[in-house]
Every structure is written in structure tokens, then in C-alpha cells.
């Protein structure tokens, strides 16, 4: 049988062929009829030649006309390419087998044809149980082959990189896991999360940043996995002291260096995916290296980005307000390492200026704005922001501020209202907030609704925890008072145009409750607060606490409440107090306690 080389093999007979370009072949064609013309022809000569016999001739005259066949024997120009048929047919190949025109004879051919119709033929492998069984037991075998040479190699490399390749490859052919979901469970049986985790202590940092990869993959929120899988594997990785080896890599990764840089992403990245079950916050925020290396990446500016903040510089701020939304012991940590301070500092360039818009410096400081939101609800950051003069930048912001405005009303909203609340009040009172905050009030027709609402937050605070006999209540209670009541007039206003929208809510929730059974008006339950509340319910409640405050406190405002409220009169107060007081959750903590003391009292000098 003749062997592929063989058949591959060329004829010595013929030069290899070579594509000409179609002008230069039909140049060629005609340079050849040329030179059928005798010598001493022309061709201006009209398609004849002398009859005078030439020397060198033989005596015999030579005249075109008997060089020229039968006009249908002539072809003009280049030779007509071979059609399909004429390759087909043996009898047009030449005396090597070869086709017209193609430079190949007809075994190469069928070799060819037979290669082409096999190339996608390849069977994709089932991934399945059987599948991940091989591949966990090659994925340890490169593992263990890697360390050996790594060990009996030490100090020479090229006798380990090879297998290196290997397990580099390995890695990267386990992302078909993330299609998978139902193997991650027997993935983590196999013990091969462990041994996946253990590579981040890789030496090569090239093998760690793979896994890390990896990992984010695996973790990602668009895997086909359900909760329970991806429960499954994040618990594995956990356990496999996950965290401590991603922290150890940011530690040693040079984001000068591009692939570190990638490197870095990924590690943020699995850290953001595993961050996304709230169980897991705490954990991560207990690590201290952690929280440290996102407090000094946050402040690293990135000189070639755009504001100077780069992907990364923003993924930390991310997840550092990840991190401190829903764990107190993560917020005194952070407060602890004078997160407080950084926050502050680097917050202090938006006073007047605004980053660019969509870019990674607007997504960076509205991360920082959460962060500090956050923060200040807790009694230890409450003290740090106002000995780090917090209160006064954020009025400063409020007056002077754009983007910056909306979020620094936010930040104190949540600092008068959290653990430090009465500290917090005072200080605000003392730092001339009271005239930049009822002024905004006299403006509220062009505020945002979102603003509006912190706003009325702030009012509410103020009277809450501000101490009563003190100079800064009295101050603030003036405030209410001045110009005949017309910061009043103005909160029962606003009072009657969330009354409407709700009463709008309302009437469609009613709707939708007619000819519901006991179980289907518990199934909607909470959607019907969700829309209250988005239709204004809280804000509305905190106008009418402001209001019962002021009955409570002046009898001037008493008697002008009791006149804009209309013919139901203080009534409409003492419903939305009762109403409050019906709503609160029994064991809610000494907050709830105080809270329910309070709506009591109020309750008592409304009815009067």
C-alpha cells in the first residue's frame, strides 16, 4: 500500500506551479502568437507579407495567410480553463495523473477530499460523572507530577516547566465545570476544591492567577448552577482557607506588571462572587489583611486612568462597601484602622468638583459615599466622623457640592439617625446646619424626591434626640417657629402631597385584594408594603412625627397644625401615631424600646 509521503511526494518531472496573475498569462499568450510572424513581419502589416523571398529563407516566400487554419480552428487569447467535468475525466489529466490546473494527481486528491470531510467530525466529549472522575485524577496527577520535578529540580527550570504547561492546561479545562452545576457537588466529594484552593500557594504566580480564574468562573452568577451547587462549592472553598490565600496573592502580585494587574481582578473578582452570600461578609471582614489591603488600594492612585482611578482602584471601594453593609463588626473594624479618616480624605476632592460621568471615578466615589452611609450608623465611626470634622464637610457639600450633594445629605441622614445619633445632632446644630438644611426645605419643590426624603430624615432627627433645655433645641425649635410658622406651613404641604400619592397606592392595593382567599393576601403581604413605601409611607410617617413634635412642643404650632390639618384636626396625627405604634415588632431591642416610649408620649400631648 502506498505510504502519505509517497503520496505526497512530488514529481521531479515538473517545477511546482505557481498562480499567475490572468494579464500577465494573456500577455504571454500573445507574445507567443507573436512570434509565429516570420521574420521581417510587422504586425501593421495588414496581415500579409511581402512576396520578395528574404535571405536566409531557403528561397521559399513566406506569407501570414498560410500560417493561418480555418477561422473556426483559432482560438484568441489564453486557453480556456478546464471546467469541472474536463478535471473529472482522467483523460484530461496530463502524463503524471495530475489535474489542469491544480498542481495535484487524483490520489492526492481523494487523500485531500478525505481529510476535509473528516475535519469537524470530531465527537465532543460527554461531560459527565465518568468525565470528571478522569479528569480529577489527571488534574492530581499534574499536580503531584509538578511538585516532584519542582523539588528534584529545584534550581533548574526548564526541567519542570514543562510540566508546568501541563497543569496550567489542566486548569484552564475544568471551566467547563461552570455549564455543569450538577457536578459541583461531586466535584468537592472528589477533594479536587481543595486541591484547586491549595495552587493559589502555587510558586509560579502565572499557576495561582489561572486558578483564580478559574475560580471566578466556577463562582459567577451567570454558572449553570442552582443555590444549592453553588452553596456546595463556596463552602468547600471556605474551608479550604480561600480567603487567606487570595490575600496572600494581592500581597505578592506587582500591578505594574500586566498579567498581576489581571491577576488582582480575578482575585476581586472570586472575592465579590463568594462576598454575594451575606454569611460569608463577616468571615472575609475578620480577615485582617483583607480590609487592609482594600484601605490602601482605594487610597493608590492609578496615574494612566481616567481621574486617576482604574478598574481596580474602583473594584476595591466596591467591595469594601460590600463588606460594610450588613456586618456591625466589620464597620468597627474598619473604623479601628482609621477607615473613617481615608474615607473622609479621599471624599474631600468632590466638594466642588464632580468625577466624570459613567466613568470608573463616578462608580469609585458613589463606593465611598456608601461606605461612609454605612459606617456612621455605628457609635465608634460616628465618633471618628465627627472628630474628623464629617459633620462640617458634609455641609460644606450641601452648599457647595453637585454629585456630592445628594449623597452627603444621605451620609448624614444615616449619622443622625444611627448609634451616635444625639453626638451627631448636636455637632450639626453647633456647625450652622440648621440654616443650610431649612433653607433647602423652602426649596423642597425643586428638590429630588430622594433628597427630599433624607431631608425630612434630618428634620425628624433633630427633634428626636436633640436634648430637651438645651441651646441647640431651642435653636432648632425657633427655627420651626420664625416667619409665622412658615417652615410649618411648609411640612403640612408636603404632609398633604404624600397623603395623596398613598391614598392612589392604597385604592389599587384594595383592588387587588378583592376575591382573595386568606392565603393569597398573605402570599402578596409584602408587596403591598414594598409599593407603600415606595409610594412615600416612611417619609409621610416622619411628617407627622415632626408635626406631633411641634404640638407637643409649642402651643402656637399646635393651634396652626390643628388649622391646615382641616376638620379632622389633630385626629389625623393621633391615627398615624397609633398606627405606628400597632406596627412595631415585639423584642425589636432597646432602639424599639425607645422608639415605642417616644410614640407613647406623643401620643398622650396629641390627645390632649
Known amino acids: 500500500m502506498t505510504s502519505i509521503d509517497e503520496i505526497f511526494r512530488k514529481p521531479n518531472a515538473l517545477p511546482k506551479r505557481k498562480l499567475e496573475d490572468p494579464n500577465t498569462t494573456f500577455s504571454h499568450a500573445l507574445s507567443n502568437k507573436s512570434s509565429k510572424l516570420t521574420d521581417g513581419s510587422s504586425p501593421r502589416s495588414n496581415g500579409y507579407e511581402s512576396s520578395t523571398p528574404s535571405s536566409g529563407s531557403n528561397g521559399k516566400g513566406a506569407f501570414v495567410q498560410d500560417e493561418i487554419l480555418d477561422e473556426e480552428d483559432v482560438e484568441a487569447g489564453p486557453a480556456r480553463p478546464p471546467s469541472e467535468d474536463d478535471v473529472e475525466d482522467e483523460a484530461g489529466d496530463d502524463d503524471e495523473g495530475r489535474f489542469f490546473g491544480g498542481g495535484v494527481t487524483k490520489q492526492e486528491r481523494e487523500v485531500i477530499d478525505f481529510l476535509e470531510q473528516n475535519e469537524g467530525d470530531d465527537v465532543e466529549e460527554k461531560v459527565d460523572s465518568a468525565w470528571l472522575r478522569r479528569t480529577a485524577i489527571n488534574f492530581e496527577r499534574k499536580i503531584n507530577k509538578n511538585a516532584e520535578l519542582r523539588a528534584k529540580y529545584e534550581s533548574e527550570p526548564m526541567k519542570f516547566v514543562g510540566s508546568e504547561a501541563d497543569l496550567d492546561a489542566e486548569i484552564k479545562g475544568l471551566s467547563l465545570l461552570s455549564e455543569h452545576g450538577e457536578l459541583y457537588e461531586e466535584f468537592v466529594k472528589l477533594g479536587c476544591v481543595g486541591s484547586l484552593v491549595g495552587l493559589l500557594a502555587h510558586e509560579n504566580t502565572d499557576i495561582a492567577i489561572a486558578v483564580c480564574e478559574l475560580l471566578a468562573e466556577l463562582t459567577d452568577e451567570d454558572s449553570s448552577t442552582n443555590e444549592e451547587q453553588w452553596k456546595s462549592l463556596a463552602q468547600a472553598m471556605i474551608k479550604a482557607d480561600l480567603i487567606d490565600l487570595l490575600v496572600s496573592n494581592l500581597g505578592r502580585l506587582d500591578e505594574a506588571n500586566e498579567s498581576d494587574r489581571a491577576g488582582v481582578y480575578h482575585i476581586l473578582n472570586v472575592l465579590e462572587n463568594i462576598l454575594s452570600d451575606t454569611q460569608y461578609q463577616e468571615v472575609a471582614g475578620s480577615k485582617d489583611g483583607l480590609m487592609s489591603w482594600l484601605l490602601v488600594r482605594v487610597k493608590k492612585a492609578d496615574p494612566t486612568a481616567r481621574g486617576k482611578v482604574g478598574q481596580n482602584r474602583q473594584y476595591a471601594a466596591e ?113 450652622a446646619g440648621l440654616k443650610t438644611i431649612f433653607g433647602m426645605l423652602m426649596k423642597s419643590h425643586k428638590m429630588e424626591r430622594s433628597l427630599l426624603e433624607h431631608l425630612i430624615g434630618i428634620l425628624a432627627s433633630l427633634l428626636r434626640y436633640l436634648p430637651g433645655g438645651t441651646a441647640e433645641r431651642i435653636r432648632t425649635l425657633a427655627k420651626f417657629v420664625e416667619n409665622n410658622y412658615e417652615k410649618t406651613h411648609k411640612l403640612v404641604e408636603l404632609r398633604k402631597e404624600y397623603k395623596t400619592r398613598l391614598i392612589k397606592t392604597d385604592a389599587q392595593i384594595q383592588r387587588e385584594r378583592q376575591d382573595m382567599d386568606e392565603a393569597q393576601l398573605e402570599e402578596h403581604a409584602d408587596e403591598w408594603l414594598s409599593r407603600r413605601l415606595d409610594a412615600g409611607l416612611f417619609s409621610l410617617q416622619a411628617l407627622e412625627l415632626i408635626l406631633s413634635w411641634m404640638v407637643a412642643e409649642d402651643t402656637g404650632a399646635r393651634e396652626t397644625i390643628t388649622v391646615l390639618l382641616g376638620e379632622d384636626g389633630l385626629k389625623v396625627l393621633e391615627r398615624s401615631l397609633r398606627d405606628q405604634l400597632d406596627g412595631m415588632e415585639v423584642g425589636q431591642g432597646e432602639g424599639g424600646k425607645a422608639t415605642e416610649e417616644m410614640l407613647e408620649a406623643l401620643l398622650l400631648c396629641v390627645e390632649q
Request: proline share 2%.
Open 319 to 431: 467591595l469594601l462597601a460590600i463588606l460594610l453593609q450588613s456586618s456591625r463588626a466589620n464597620r468597627e473594624r474598619f473604623a479601628r484602622k482609621e477607615g473613617v479618616d481615608t474615607l473622609l480624605e479621599l471624599l474631600s476632592v468632590y466638594r466642588k468638583r464632580d468625577p466624570e460621568k459613567d466613568s470608573d471615578e463616578e462608580e469609585y466615589a458613589e463606593n465611598l459615599f456608601d461606605c461612609l452611609a454605612c459606617v456612621v450608623e455605628e457609635k465608634l465611626p460616628a465618633d471618628k466622623f465627627i472628630e474628623g470634622e464629617g459633620v462640617e464637610l458634609c455641609l460644606i457639600m450641601l452648599r457647595e457640592g453637585r454629585l456630592a450633594k445628594a449623597r452627603a445629605l444621605r451620609v448624614l441622614d444615616h449619622a443622625m439617625s444611627g448609634a451616635n445619633a444625639v453626638a451627631v445632632s448636636m455637632k450639626f446644630v453647633d456647625a
